[in-house]
């Protein structure tokens, strides 16, 4: 058993029987739905009994070292005693570290239940998708590692840290060898999209999105290049190559980022675990450590759903999803629905911004690669709409692609048929774009909370009663 390795490694090899037995003889089989799993804990001696579904360690991929040795020596000591469990993982008290309940490692608060930003009563424009989230449009997986571990002074190589990577698939695991078209817009430089000269060359992107902090870019192209490799034969020219695309922002105010703690087993996990549906925003995957207009930044998501004007198919809708990396803005530029909020909750964390904002733009909407650049431009306005006025040191790039046209880019066939929206019916699209990536941000504002990292480094979550009270004064509170 590798230690280290993510808590859904360690639990699929300690629990790989099908029945878990107690010694009073109690069949208690291992539950497994969708991405959660359970976990039986038997009490004896220093252990507890203790039932607890591992989804936190699931959504948020936390890495313990300690508790993996710690786990390793229980669960082969508990596997020679048939008086107490087959296949359970024995836990002592004192080994049990917070990490695995929340995102704050100093205290184990109850789990974070989600709170998005349309439940606080903010009054976005158009209809979201089901998931509200990128992944509504079809085919396009996400998958996060999170690594908090420590807390006080500063000692690089050690920690704290606060950091992890998030991994967005366009089409999914099954579609890793169908680029999809793309297009790409840099609002300010001030950052790094790794890849994006081929993709403004050939206007496909040839694979997945990698969003870390600014140090790891370098190990997380490695680790994609590395994990593309195993994953199957080399691509239809019969060539073995590969230009990802890794973005980056700076989380160096709660994080060791100098420390160098992402792994590549860190980018093969976010990209294995990859998956449609619901996902967690906040304090996750790459936004981990992240600060947006100086309160608790990081992951942020939202779609549109387009219906489609005329045409044969009257039912027929385009869906646009937009994901944020957040780590952008002053606490007085800070815009919600209209409202300054960060000037009505004063406050501040550092001297100067520091930050950058990676915005992914996703939709099935059948556009070609110049059209997408257009999407990744209106993606501009989402941002202004929350104040941002994308400062000098503001890294603000952005990447818009189409699930649409699959199998443009094979080589086996001398041309190909293509569909494309007609630039004159692509206002809802661009309205769209710019409505999902302003709520994005605002979600990775309030799916979140207080964080503290190194050398006590606090930074506060915005407040959901204070938003609340701002949008009743002024007049933007949706009913």
Not at 221 to 242: C, E, H, L, N
Not at 248 to 269: A, K, Q, R, S
Not at 424 to 443: G, S
Request: hydrophobic share 40%; with cysteine; aromatic share 6%.
């Amino acid at each position: 058993m590798a230690l280290g390795e993510p808590q859904t490694g360690l639990v699929a090899r300690l629990l790989d029987a099908s029945v878990a037995r107690t010694k009073w003889g109690t069949a208690l089989p291992p539950e497994s739905s969708g991405d959660k799993l359970s976990i039986f804990f038997l009490s004896e001696g220093e252990h507890i009994l203790f039932l607890e579904s591992v989804t936190l360690a699931l959504r948020y991929s936390v890495y313990t070292d300690d508790l993996m040795r710690k786990c390793a020596s229980d669960a082969a000591s508990a596997a020679h005693n048939p008086n107490t469990m087959t296949r359970i993982l024995l836990v002592s008290l004192a080994s049990l570290p917070a990490v695995i309940f929340a995102r704050e490692p100093q205290s184990p608060p109850p789990a974070k239940v989600p709170v998005r930003a349309r439940a606080l009563g903010i009054p976005f424009e158009g209809q979201p998708g089901k998931w509200n989230a990128i992944t509504d449009v079809p085919g396009v997986e996400v998958g996060y590692t999170t690594r908090i571990r420590g807390e006080g002074k500063l000692e690089r190589g050690k920690g704290p840290v606060r950091t992890g990577v998030t991994a967005i698939i366009p089409r999914g695991h099954e579609s890793l060898d169908d680029p999809v078209y793309a297009g790409t817009f840099s609002l300010n430089g001030n950052g790094e999209m790794t890849g994006t000269a081929w993709v403004e060359e050939s206007g496909f992107l040839e694979g997945p999105v990698i969003l870390t902090n600014t140090h790891s870019v370098g190990v997380a192209r490695d680790a994609v290049i590395a994990w593309r490799v195993k994953q199957g034969a080399a691509d239809k020219t019969g060539y073995w190559w590969s230009l990802p695309v890794v973005a980056e922002t700076w989380d160096g105010w709660l994080n060791d980022i100098n420390g160098f703690h992402i792994t590549p087993e860190d980018v093969v996990h976010a990209l294995d675990v990859a998956q449609s549906g619901s996902i967690d925003e906040g304090s996750v995957g790459g936004g981990t450590g992240m600060i947006c207009y100086e309160f608790k930044g990081g992951n942020g998501t939202a779609s549109r759903v387009i219906p489609v004007a005329g045409g044969a198919d009257p039912g027929r809708t385009y869906t646009v999803g937009a994901f944020v990396q957040a780590n952008c803005g002053r606490r007085s530029q800070l815009m919600i629905a209209g409202v300054p909020v960060g000037k009505e909750i004063p406050g501040s964390i550092y001297p100067k911004e520091n930050g950058s904002i990676i915005i992914v733009v996703a939709t099935d909407a059948p556009l070609l690669p110049n059209q997408l650049k257009r999407l990744a431009r209106r993606a501009s306005l989402g941002l202004a709409r929350t104040g941002s006025v994308s400062g000098n040191g503001s890294g603000d790039l952005f990447l818009a692609f189409s699930t649409a046209n699959p199998g443009a880019n094979d080589p086996s066939k001398p041309t190909h048929k293509v569909e494309t929206v007609p630039n004159d019916r692509m206002d809802p699209i661009l309205e769209a774009t710019v409505q999902a990536v302003e709520e994005a941000i605002v979600n990775a504002l309030v799916d979140n909370r207080d964080m503290t990292g190194r050398d006590g480094h606090k930074v506060p979550a915005l407040p959901h009663d204070k938003l609340r009270a701002l949008l009743q004064k002024y007049h933007r509170l949706a009913p």
